[in-house]
């Protein structure tokens, strides 16, 4: 059996501070791993010494590997980057400033070995994070839940294992705005969980001001949710209705005035513009969702064909189908 290799992908933004313990906690812990590990530190534009510490520190781990972007491009996007460098059977997406623990990466391991394509971190408690990052994120994750058809799971960050197959599959999405996590809930294949616990920040801010993270949230909605686009055919609909029961409620009672009129003139012409609106929106919804050129379909397998199609209707490349038969 030929010994596996895992990319582990680190986005790094400004983290001179943490970047030599990281590499160090990181190299340790590969060391004693039955599985051959490439580091991929992604430098998403630092104005800091980060790069020149992985350019040093690769002079003694020559398992380290850098890629730098030309300035801050975004987390998402140093993510993606980084699947797409990376070679490995497996590949971890993990934080550079050690809030995800590496320990929790056998784990990970050993659940892919058991045939899980996608293992995610799924936060059981966030030590040291403000009041206000946890409440926002645990409603958002819920709200998104509820926007979206697809599942993506709850409590999650970008701390998770996606198999070759998966990767493969990411590298021919390519979107503006990606939403790494959701990404990887769409791509499919067989899922499952690892509960950590989520650790402090040892050294440095958070790289992720209000910002980012209201970017991140809307990112996380337009790319999965067409809802708000349709919204408005909601609000019409509604006033409409109101709109028309005022004023049959009013005629009943025998009080019907101008002001009646009124309010029924208004809600009837707001209404048939918000409705408008709204079907407007739901035609845009579709050029959006076309323009995103997201593959159809994923398929994971084929039974019985001479020739290794492709996975998605998209890509040429060739793929490890794992043909059976
Ligand atoms: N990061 C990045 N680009 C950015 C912001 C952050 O690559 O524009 C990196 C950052 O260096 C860290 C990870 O993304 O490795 C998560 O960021 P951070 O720890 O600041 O987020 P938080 O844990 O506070 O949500
Ligand atoms: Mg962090």
């Known amino acids: 059996m030929t010994t596996k290799l895992i990319s582990i992908v680190l986005p790094v933004y400004n983290e001179h501070e943490i970047l030599p313990t990281t590499i160090q906690t990181l190299e340790d812990f590969v060391a004693g791993q039955p599985q051959d590990y490439e580091l991929i530190f992604v430098d998403d534009g630092s104005r800091d010494y980060s790069a020149t510490i992985v350019e040093h520190a690769r002079l003694k781990y020559h398992n380290l590997k850098l890629v730098q972007f030309s300035r801050n491009f975004g987390h998402q996007i140093a993510i993606t980057a980084g699947i797409r460098y990376a070679t490995g059977d497996a590949i971890v997406v993990m934080d550079a400033d050690l809030q995800d623990p590496p320990d929790v990466i056998p784990a990970m391991i050993k659940k892919w070995q058991d045939g899980y394509q996608v293992v995610y971190g799924k936060r059981r408690q966030r030590d040291g994070e403000t009041w206000f990052k946890k409440t926002s994120a645990h409603w958002f994750y819920r709200l998104l839940d509820k926007m979206t058809t697809i599942q993506i799971p709850t409590d999650t960050g970008d701390f998770r294992l996606i198999d070759r197959q998966v990767a493969e599959v990411l590298k021919t999405v390519n979107e503006d ?5 959701g990404l990887v809930s769409w791509v499919g294949f067989r899922q499952t969980a ?6 402090e920040r040892l050294a440095g801010q958070s790289k992720y001001p209000l910002r980012k993270m209201v970017k991140l949230a809307l ?12 919204m408005a055919t909601w609000f019409g609909g509604v006033l409409v209705g ?8 009013s005629l009943l009672a025998g009080h019907a005035t101008n002001v009646t009129l009124l309010v029924f003139m208004m809600c009837l012409c707001s209404g048939a513009i918000l409705l408008t609106i709204g ?7 579709r050029i959006f969702t076309a323009s995103r050129q997201r593959p159809l379909y994923v398929v994971a397998n084929t039974v019985g064909f001479k020739q290794t199609g492709a996975i998605t ?10 043909k059976r038969g």
């Open 177 to 181: 705005d990606p939403y790494v996590r």
């Open 194 to 199: 690892v509960v950590y616990e989520r650790q």
């Open 219 to 230: 990112d996380g909605i337009t790319s999965f949710s067409t809802m708000p686009l349709k």
């Open 242 to 249: 109101f709109g028309s029961l005022f004023a049959l409620i």
């Open 279 to 285: 079907i407007l929106g739901d035609y845009l919804s």
């Open 313 to 322: 209707w998209q890509t040429t490349a060739h793929h490890d189908l794992r």
